[in-house]
């Protein structure tokens, strides 16, 4: 890999996800850095490198697509978007549970299993959360959504991606909009301890 990068936030106002890219930043530090982010609104939140506005995070396969033409360059990606609604705010469980499915498991893992089979990519990081491990039952169906996306990554045919090196990340509760007016619980971390450890990870 030459000294030149291409870095991905898909999820750009993501306090997880620029945390995470923030970790990279320091990891790659003496390498030409470009950055694009996608978010879906524009919440003047301090978004870094070139801002791309989507209507849906699987449109940025296709501007990831045109923007690879150059084969020296590699490329990491950082998925980093969801939804969470509590049970008690939803009307209709089921239609709480297929939203969470479809944005926080579906299109994550369908953007995931995509970037990793790009030939350039070097790193793909996903975020997922410490919920996925266990059940709240005011969040049983957005843990739900986050233990199913693991699933389908652990039962992905990894082998011929040695290469590859992919992460998954399991943050407890961060403040931000998508815990925005929940009460944090036990299990916390910040945005700088997030960099920190991904900074030192390999």
Same mark, same amino acid.
């Given at each position: 890999?030459?000294?030149?990068?291409?870095?991905?936030?898909?999820?750009?106002?993501?306090?997880?996800?620029?945390?995470?890219?923030?970790?990279?930043?320091?990891?790659?530090?003496? %390498?030409?850095?470009?950055?694009?982010?996608?978010?879906?609104?524009?919440?003047?939140?301090?978004?870094?490198?070139?801002?791309?506005?989507?209507?849906?995070?699987?449109?940025?396969?296709?501007?990831?697509?045109?923007?690879?033409?150059?084969?020296?360059?590699?490329?990491?990606?950082?998925?980093?978007?969801?939804?969470?609604?509590?049970?008690?705010?939803?009307?209709? %469980?089921?239609?709480?549970?297929?939203?969470?499915?479809?944005?926080?498991?579906?299109?994550?893992?369908?953007?995931?299993?995509?970037?990793?089979?790009?030939?350039?990519?070097?790193?793909?990081?996903?975020?997922?959360?410490?919920?996925?491990?266990?059940?709240?039952?005011?969040?049983?169906?957005?843990?739900?959504?986050?233990?199913?996306?693991?699933?389908?990554?652990?039962?992905?045919?990894?082998?011929?991606?040695?290469?590859?090196?992919?992460?998954?990340?399991?943050?407890?509760?961060?403040?931000?909009?998508?815990?925005?007016?929940?009460?944090?619980?036990?299990?916390?971390?910040?945005?700088?301890?997030?960099?920190?450890?991904?900074?030192?990870?390999?």
């Amino acid at each position: 890999m030459n000294n030149n990068l291409n870095i991905y936030l898909i999820g750009g106002n993501s306090v997880i996800g620029k945390s995470i890219l923030n970790g990279i930043l320091k990891k790659y530090e003496n %390498f030409s850095v470009k950055i694009t982010s996608f978010i879906r609104s524009d919440l003047k939140d301090n978004t870094i490198g070139e801002k791309i506005v989507i209507n849906n995070y699987l449109e940025s396969l296709e501007y990831i697509n045109n923007g690879n033409s150059n084969k020296e360059v590699s490329s990491i990606y950082i998925i980093s978007f969801g939804v969470l609604i509590e049970e008690k705010n939803s009307e209709d %469980f089921f239609q709480n549970l297929k939203h969470h499915l479809d944005v926080n498991t579906f299109q994550s893992f369908k953007l995931f299993e995509f970037l990793l089979r790009l030939n350039k990519t070097n790193e793909v990081h996903i975020v997922s959360s410490v919920l996925g491990d266990f059940v709240r039952p005011s969040l049983y169906s957005y843990s739900f959504s986050k233990n199913l996306l693991e699933i389908l990554i652990d039962n992905l045919n990894l082998k011929n991606k040695i290469n590859n090196r992919y992460f998954i990340w399991k943050p407890a509760f961060v403040e931000s909009n998508l815990n925005k007016g929940r009460t944090p619980s036990l299990i916390k971390t910040n945005p700088k301890k997030i960099t920190n450890l991904v900074s030192k990870t390999s």
